[in-house]
């Protein structure tokens, strides 16, 4: 089945830096990869999702960039600030018909006003 | 009202007792999964349906059963609870059409067992 890595597993930045974080997956039949936050007490919710066609999507101050041949994808947070702090999940589908995601192990990004 | 709203929130039950986990959503989206949340584990699937009359096994789902009862509705059942399925639980839902791979969850439900 499909392996996601995630790292790394809690991130500490000063309000205003940027945070990238990082996953790689195993799966080279897979085309979609989503990446969702999780505030204390809620469910993960999406934030950004990028698709195998494309190497780089942005929306504001977060962006995701894809490197197919090395399986690997990212998201980068610019100017972070302290509602940024939350767990972040990146997430792979399998290929096919078979849509269902699996999650990296998440990370816990904490900013520091 | 919440798209996918999860009953209960907070559950404490004791070990050998029978419990069940419901979800229910307004989106009308076809595709429904029960995920678990642990600690430095992440989200890891129980069991997936893609319609009323589909249900899959995921990564996990020894110790759980499921029922979807409707396209909106779809439940997670522990025949016979143990304290290593205490955990945060979430259900989830996507429209299922290629292109639309998306997942809404729900709040979760923190599920003990003592």
């Known amino acids: 089945g499909e392996n996601v890595e995630q790292h790394p597993s809690t991130l500490s930045v000063q309000e205003g830096d940027s945070a990238v974080i990082k996953c790689t997956y195993s799966?080279?039949?897979?085309?979609?990869f989503p990446w969702y936050k999780q505030e204390l007490g809620k469910g993960p919710q999406l934030i950004i999702d990028?698709?195998?066609?494309?190497g780089e999507k942005k929306d504001q101050r977060i962006a995701v960039t894809l490197n197919k041949t090395a399986k690997h994808f990212s998201l980068h947070i610019t100017e972070t600030q302290p509602e940024d702090s939350a767990v972040y999940f990146c997430?792979?589908?399998?290929?096919?018909?078979?849509?269902?995601?699996?999650f990296g192990k998440g990370t816990l990004l904490t900013v520091n006003p | 009202d919440a798209d996918v709203t999860q009953t209960p929130r907070n559950r404490i039950t004791k070990t050998g007792k029978r419990i069940m986990l419901e979800c229910s959503q307004t989106?009308?989206?076809?595709?429904m999964y029960w995920y678990r949340q642990d600690p430095g584990l992440g989200l890891r699937l129980i069991y997936y349906?893609?319609?009323?009359?589909?249900?899959n096994k995921g990564e996990i789902s020894d110790g759980y059963s499921v029922s979807r009862q409707a396209q909106a509705k779809f439940s997670l059942s522990l025949e016979s609870a143990i304290p290593n399925q205490t955990a945060l639980y979430f259900c989830?839902?996507?429209?299922?059409?290629?292109?639309?791979?998306?997942?809404?969850f729900g709040s979760g439900t923190r599920l003990t067992v003592v």
């Open positions: 989106k009308g989206h076809d595709r």
């Open positions: 990028i698709r195998s066609n494309v």
């Open positions: 997430a792979v589908n399998s290929g096919g018909s078979n849509y269902k995601l699996t």
């Open positions: 799966d080279s039949a897979s085309n979609y």
């Open positions: 349906s893609f319609d009323v009359k589909d249900i």
């Open positions: 989830a839902t996507s429209v299922g059409r290629t292109g639309s791979y998306g997942y809404t």
